[in-house]
Structure formats: structure tokens, C-alpha cells
């Protein structure tokens, strides 16, 4: 059966560093855009980054670019996400998500589209 799972939160001082993982199963995860997304609290849920089966078809919002970088490992059939110089703001719950194939490099930072979800990862970033 498909399933994403999560792992790699935790509780970082700002600046630090997390690598969020999305191991995924029932799939291979280069026929698929993956994406990240994240849900602070009081706050609606928004992507932060995806990757698509073209070679460096990435996306990122712009208040991660230049801290993050979302990469994939086909041999352990995972995505990544790294997280760099952390910050307060960071602070969400992280999910992953597959969308309905491989062709939403446009619009893959938007929930559409997107069909199995993992069970999130608490990333927490302290002053």
C-alpha cells in the first residue's frame, strides 16, 4: 500500500540545522512530485518546497530559499528536506505529501492535486 513516512523533527536552537526525511512506500518516488509542507500554530498550511521527476525541478517559498534544499535518494526511495539556519518561524508541523503524478512542477507548492499524505513531524526552533 502507499504510505509516507515522516521522521527527523525536533527541538533546535535558532540557526541550527534539522534533515526532515519521507520515506516512501507502495511507490517509487521519482514518478511523482513530492512535496513538504508545513502547519504552524493558528496559522493555515503552506508549502515549502517540492521536487519533480525532472532533474532539478525543484520549488521553494521564498522565505526558505537559500536555508533549504529538498533532495531525493531513489535508492532508499526517500525524500529530504534540509534545513538550514534555522528560525523561530520555522516552527510547524511537517508533512509530506505525493501528488497525482509527476507534471505539477507549476503548482506544486499548492495542496491540489496531491493524494496521500504522511503523519507529520513536529520541527520546533527556539530563540
Known amino acids: 500500500e502507499v504510505q509516507l513516512v515522516e521522521s527527523g523533527g525536533g527541538l533546535v536552537q535558532a540557526g541550527g540545522s534539522l534533515r526532515l526525511s519521507c520515506a516512501a512506500s507502495g511507490f517509487t518516488v521519482d514518478d511523482y512530485t513530492i512535496g513538504w509542507f508545513r502547519q504552524a500554530p493558528g496559522k493555515e498550511r503552506e508549502g515549502v518546497s517540492c521536487i519533480t521527476r525532472r532533474a532539478g525541478a525543484t520549488r521553494y517559498v521564498d522565505s526558505v530559499k537559500g536555508r533549504f534544499t529538498i533532495f531525493s535518494d531513489n535508492a532508499k526511495n526517500t525524500v529530504y528536506l534540509q534545513m538550514n539556519s534555522l528560525k523561530p518561524e520555522d516552527t510547524a508541523v511537517y508533512y509530506c505529501?505525493?501528488?497525482?503524478?509527476?507534471?505539477?512542477?507549476?503548482?506544486?507548492?499548492?495542496?491540489?492535486?496531491?493524494?496521500?499524505w504522511g503523519q507529520g513531524t513536529q520541527v520546533t526552533v527556539s530563540s
Open positions: 505529501a505525493r501528488y497525482r503524478g509527476s507534471g505539477y512542477v507549476f503548482r506544486c507548492l499548492q495542496e491540489s492535486n496531491t493524494d496521500y
